[in-house]
């Protein structure tokens, strides 16, 4: 089995940039698509990023993913951060044998 | 558009099962696969394994394959998780979550509500 690990929080100030990376601890991060996503407090989780880098029809382009075979690790990238991205955010992937494994969430604080 | 609701809160005494309802809206029930996965106070998300809305096909994760059930009723498009011999370690918020599959990969692309089990003596 593989794991994906995050930065259990980070912080920024609006307006600003943050990357939160996603890596993973056997086999490629290229071999499977990666998933992002967001959970405000007191809500179900919603789908930000699918497929490394795709957006969901409703999601702003502020919102971007990426991956780097060289650290085996995925990154979502959220640009012009407002307030309202305050919230927890997951990776996901899976293998042949793993069909779904979530990262264990960032806590994303705007300040 | 496409909703997916979810059956109410549950209490239960360790040793008991549960089963969580979701119902299904807005979209061609048989087409989309149905994940459940859950989140325990203040944890992370935790896949329990996936059905097939199509065919009644089950993928459940290995660590609860020989407690957990999954199935669907296309006719209400309603998919179901029953979960037996329930642990008071498995109170948590039980979502159902719609799997958009294309070109070999899956992702969820809606999620449920989730529903509150409360598992306490």
């Known amino acids: 089995n593989f794991m994906l690990t995050q930065p259990h929080s980070v912080s920024e100030s609006p307006g600003k940039t943050v990357t939160i990376s996603c890596t993973r601890s056997?086999?490629?991060?290229?071999?499977?698509?990666v998933q992002w996503y967001q959970q405000r407090p007191g809500s179900s989780p919603t789908t930000v990023i699918y497929e490394d880098n795709q957006r969901p029809s409703g999601v702003p382009d502020r919102f971007s993913g990426s991956i780097d075979s060289s650290s085996n690790s995925a990154s979502l990238t959220i640009s012009g951060l407002k307030t309202e991205d305050e919230a927890d955010y997951y990776c996901?992937?899976?293998?042949?044998?793993?069909?779904?494994?979530f990262g264990g969430g960032t806590k994303l604080t705007v300040l | 558009q496409v909703q997916l609701v979810q059956s109410g809160a549950e209490v239960k005494k360790p040793g008991a099962s549960v089963k969580v309802s979701c119902k299904a809206s807005?979209?061609?029930?048989?087409?989309?696969?149905i994940s459940w996965v859950r989140q325990a106070p203040g944890q992370g998300l935790e896949w329990m394994g996936w059905i097939s809305a199509y065919n009644g096909y089950t993928n459940y994760a290995q660590k609860l394959q020989d407690r957990v059930t999954m199935t669907t009723d296309t006719s209400t498009s309603k998919a179901y998780m029953e979960l037996r011999s329930l642990r008071s370690d498995e109170t948590a918020v039980y979502y159902c979550?719609?799997?958009?599959?294309?070109?070999?990969?899956?992702?969820?692309?809606?999620w449920g509500q989730g529903t509150l089990v409360t598992v306490s003596s």
């Open positions: 996901q992937s899976y293998d042949s044998n793993n069909p779904w494994v």
């Open positions: 979550a719609r799997e958009n599959c294309s070109g070999g990969s899956c992702y969820i692309d809606y």
């Open positions: 807005g979209y061609t029930f048989t087409t989309y696969g």
């Open positions: 056997s086999g490629s991060i290229a071999s499977n698509y």
